[in-house]
T-cell receptor, first 120, second 113 residues
């Protein structure tokens, strides 16, 4: 498809298990973002890739969270030893890269449908 | 630090009424970018508009219009003649070249037929 694709759509895991969430961005989009959205809240930034380089991971809440984009296209967000507070919707977004003088583009981000993660 | 405030948590209007969603932002950067996104029940955020800090011209797109005022750090969104399909959560967001997007908490709009 032409949009950002995320899988799985829903994931239920027991506390302590590891999970992996996948994001397939729009073809050709250099920038890729991960966000966490708690119920009733706005998306909160987790991490940012420009091609395969992870330029900002300041939003990752703990060292249990790890993201990669090894070939500059598909990205995986991994959460180790999941805890109940990890329950949220995880959103992926991509955008073309247009220079702003900084590392972030000013282009609109295109979002996927998200993965709803529930930790029991 | 960047901050976005959407003071209206929920708004309910009757179809065909006009409605304005408020957005107030804080930043020390002189160059920044403001966005509005729509999140329908399906969950995907849909881009509506981007405004650069150096462009204060207001914009109209069909039933949608945006009022950007740097003097009050506001970027308000008005829907004219609302429709049931406008029911969604609307987010305002702020970004710069060196900081990721910061979103407000959103305003849930319910349009009743």
């Amino acid at each position: 498809g032409a949009g950002v694709s995320q899988s799985p759509r829903y994931k239920v895991a027991k506390r302590g298990q590891d999970v992996a969430l996948r994001c397939d961005p729009i073809s050709g989009h250099v920038s890729l973002f991960w966000y966490q959205q708690a119920l009733g809240q706005g998306p909160e930034f987790l991490t940012y890739f420009q091609n395969e380089a992870q330029l900002d991971k300041s939003g990752l809440p703990s060292d249990r969270f790890f993201a990669e984009r090894p070939e500059g296209s598909v990205s995986t967000l991994k959460i180790q030893r999941t805890q109940q507070e990890d329950s949220a919707v995880y959103l992926c977004a991509s955008s073309p890269r247009v220079g702003t003088g900084g590392i972030y583009s000013n282009q609109p981000q295109h979002f996927g449908d998200g993965t709803r993660l529930s930790i029991l | 630090a960047q901050k976005v405030t959407q003071a209206q948590t929920e708004i309910s209007v009757v179809e065909k009424e006009d409605v304005t969603l408020d957005c107030v932002y804080e930043t020390r950067d002189t160059t920044y970018y403001l966005f509005w996104y729509k999140q329908p029940p399906s969950g995907e955020l849909v881009f509506l508009i981007r405004r650069n800090s150096f462009d204060e011209q207001n914009e109209i797109s069909g039933r949608y219009s945006w009022n950007f005022q740097k003097s009050t750090s506001s970027f308000n969104f008005t829907i004219t003649a609302s429709q049931v399909v406008d029911s969604a959560v609307y987010f305002c967001a702020l970004g710069t070249g060196n900081t990721p997007l910061v979103f407000g908490k959103g305003t849930r709009l319910s349009v009743i037929a």
